[in-house]
């Protein structure tokens, strides 16, 4: 199959210039929905390792228009982003920050293409600006998110206090298998070592222990606001806009990275406080973690099994 690519600019619903690529099936098959692969965070429309253009080709190949673009203020598009600091900034996409940008680049690929169905793609703030998206616009037919965030970030949240027990693990084998590394120990000394994310990973499990023990002899209860998810740093707009999508019969494909602390937080966060609810969906659901990788998709071999996974997904659900 043969494509083509071409520079866009299209206007947002606040008048800024917004800069993409459009790539086209130019023979063989071309199918009725369009892929919309959404900017990861701060990064623009090409995203780390130039996975974004990997992606294209591949999703053009199978016969899909493919468009990528920047968002207001970021890569060449106009616009500014006034955040101090990354992690308030990094709060605000968790929010729906680009949600009327998303919106602005299926107007006009409609009007242009005369395309309404949309398969919404992207990595990190990419995949749950498209999870926001598609619980308010049914012209979104499907979410693929890679590595989605389930947290909100901010200055104003220290989280510290919410690192999952998933993250304490991993950083529990790290510190431990240093314990014979003399420039681990002189980091320690020199204070070049964050001392509360040491202690709480070494003594997190005994911690447990002995809540355990008390909650078995009744001296410790938990009341249902402290078990809640939707304390501390999590993103209450995730399951409200997950279960928007899945009960209207729309899909969602989940692809995680094993090494990422994303996918423990997705994990103690909401799959299993919200395990009943995913059951009734489990048809709409699809969810897929790559083994070793890390929360970019590094390496080839890691970006080649993600990309099969989501072609496998696209050629089942868009026959």
Not at 165 to 186: A, N, V
């Amino acid at each position: 199959m043969t494509f083509s690519a071409r520079p866009v600019v299209f206007r947002n619903r606040d008048g800024l210039r917004l800069f993409g690529m459009l790539h086209l099936p130019e023979s063989g098959r071309k199918r009725d929905a369009a892929i919309l692969i959404l900017s990861p965070g701060i990064k623009s429309r090409i995203a780390p390792h130039r996975l974004y253009v990997k992606m294209a080709d591949r999703f053009t190949r199978l016969g899909f228009p493919v468009f990528r673009f920047d968002y207001a203020g970021l890569g060449d598009s106009e616009g500014e982003v006034s955040e101090r600091y990354v992690a308030d900034f990094y709060g605000s996409i968790q929010r729906g920050r680009y949600v009327n940008d998303v919106k602005a680049a299926m107007d006009w690929m409609e009007a242009g293409t005369g395309i309404r169905r949309f398969i919404l793609a992207g990595l990190c703030g990419g995949a749950i600006t498209g999870l926001l998206a598609g619980s308010r616009d049914q012209r979104i037919d499907s979410v693929a998110g890679l590595g989605i965030p389930v947290i909100l970030d901010g200055t104003d949240i220290d989280y510290y206090d919410h690192v999952s027990s998933g993250q304490l693990g991993r950083l529990r084998e790290k510190y431990l298998g240093k314990l014979l590394d003399p420039k681990s120990w002189i980091r320690l000394v020199t204070l070049q070592t964050d001392y509360r994310l040491l202690a709480k990973s070494l003594f997190r499990p005994f911690l447990q222990l002995f809540r355990s023990d008390a909650e078995a002899d009744g001296t410790m209860t938990h009341s249902p606001a402290a078990k809640s998810p939707e304390n501390g740093n999590f993103n209450r707009l995730f399951p409200s806009s997950f279960f928007s999508m899945v009960s209207s019969g729309r899909r969602i494909l989940l692809v995680f990275s094993e090494k990422d602390r994303l996918y423990w937080e997705f994990d103690e966060k909401f799959r299993k406080p919200f395990r009943s609810r995913l059951e009734e969906y489990r048809g709409s659901v699809d969810i897929h973690v790559t083994k070793d990788a890390n929360h970019i998709f590094s390496f080839p071999e890691w970006q080649e099994d993600m990309m099969e996974r989501v072609c496998e997904w696209l050629e089942v659900n868009y026959p």
